[in-house]
């Protein structure tokens, strides 16, 4: 099982940089950013790949409403060529609220369009070249779209937990982003059904990167307190609401690692046993900076078995 950090997308580039150095000087395989209405985060990943050799660098996620097979797959195989074949792609189905109201279109059939576009996306991440006319989208490509030196093709994830994301998702993508899906949520439901899918579909087994808010501290209660506030904003939507429930909890603060290193560790072996085949630390600046740095020390180590 190899671990990553997810990093705020609140820095300057140069801070951003920095970060990741220390992220890979600490052990750790990968830093990933999310996608918002500010930075872009393929373009920001293939930065921080080119400046960090030997950091793998991902984006979790693109929602895939308001972009299109085409350009996405631009900006995956640039990544990709600018970071040596370290960057990871993955997508999200996002949500009605930030949908309607950032990009002014309907949240509708989203696992019909999630489906759409992962067929039309494969063939352009593994051949430059499409022909897919389906229902919702089209994507042709008169001009080849092939990126010299994207190689090998950019994996594909998907930021899916809910049964229909998850089918689709193992038959067309190589692995899952879950955030907020605990050990219990993973281990019963997450992981089997789409491994079952991936095998249905004679597909390797998917990868299964596991986003878990988590901190090293020596004052666990203030910083679950934060924790609480911050992580909040998830329990609005309803795919989180599920999972945090299928994991047996209430809130999202009650899935965070929080608390001395050998109750985060333990939590890490939670989640590998459960399925995982990668661990991403988010939200580990929560505590301030001696938090950040203990939190990745331990990860590091954690990381070299």
């Known amino acids: 099982m190899t671990i990553g950090v997810a990093l705020s997308l609140q820095d300057r580039i140069d801070t951003t940089v920095q970060l990741s150095r220390e992220a890979h000087e600490a052990g750790l395989r990968s830093v990933w950013f999310g996608q918002t209405f500010?930075?872009?985060?393929?373009?920001?990943?293939?930065?921080?790949?080119?400046?960090?050799?030997?950091?793998?660098?991902?984006?979790?996620?693109?929602?895939?409403?308001?972009?299109?097979?085409?350009?996405?797959?631009?900006?995956?195989?640039?990544?990709?060529a600018a970071t040596g074949g370290r960057y990871h792609l993955g997508l999200a189905l996002g949500t009605k609220l930030l949908t309607e109201a950032g990009f002014g279109i309907p949240h509708e059939?989203?696992?019909?369009?999630?489906?759409?576009?992962?067929?039309?996306?494969?063939?352009?991440?593994?051949?430059?070249?499409?022909?897919?006319?389906?229902?919702?989208?089209?994507?042709?490509?008169?001009?080849?779209?092939?990126?010299?030196?994207?190689?090998?093709?950019?994996?594909?994830?998907?930021?899916?937990?809910?049964?229909?994301?998850?089918?689709?998702?193992?038959?067309?993508?190589?692995?899952?982003?879950?955030?907020?899906?605990?050990?219990?949520?993973?281990?019963?439901?997450?992981?089997?059904?789409?491994?079952?899918?991936?095998?249905?579909?004679?597909?390797?087994?998917?990868?299964?990167?596991?986003?878990?808010?988590?901190?090293?501290?020596?004052?666990a209660d203030t910083v679950r307190e934060t924790a609480t506030d911050s992580l909040a904003f998830y329990e609005q939507f309803p795919s989180y609401q599920r999972v945090i429930g299928l994991s047996g909890a209430t809130r999202a603060v009650d899935l965070a690692a929080i608390g001395d290193?050998?109750?985060?560790?333990?939590?890490?072996r939670r989640y590998r046993d459960a399925g995982a085949t990668e661990v991403v630390f988010t939200a580990t600046d929560l505590g301030g900076e001696e938090d950040r740095r203990r939190t990745w020390a331990l990860l590091g180590e954690l990381a070299k078995g």
Request: proline share 12%; charged share 15%.
């Open 109 to 219: 059939r989203p696992i019909g369009r999630l489906r759409e576009f992962l067929t039309a996306l494969r063939p352009l991440l593994e051949t430059g070249s499409a022909d897919f006319h389906g229902e919702l989208l089209t994507a042709a490509t008169p001009l080849p779209a092939k990126v010299p030196g994207a190689e090998p093709p950019v994996p594909l994830l998907v930021a899916a937990m809910g049964p229909q994301a998850l089918r689709v998702s193992g038959e067309l993508a190589d692995g899952i982003l879950p955030l907020l899906a605990g050990p219990r949520a993973l281990a019963e439901h997450i992981v089997p059904a789409v491994t079952a899918a991936a095998e249905a579909a004679g597909r390797p087994a998917p990868r299964i990167v596991a986003f878990v808010p988590g901190v090293v501290t020596s004052d």
């Open 261 to 268: 290193e050998e109750t985060v560790a333990a939590e890490v």
């Open 38 to 80: 500010a930075y872009d985060s393929p373009t920001l990943a293939a930065i921080v790949g080119r400046e960090v050799p030997g950091l793998h660098v991902g984006t979790s996620a693109i929602p895939i409403f308001g972009r299109h097979p085409l350009p996405v797959s631009s900006q995956a195989q640039t990544a990709q």
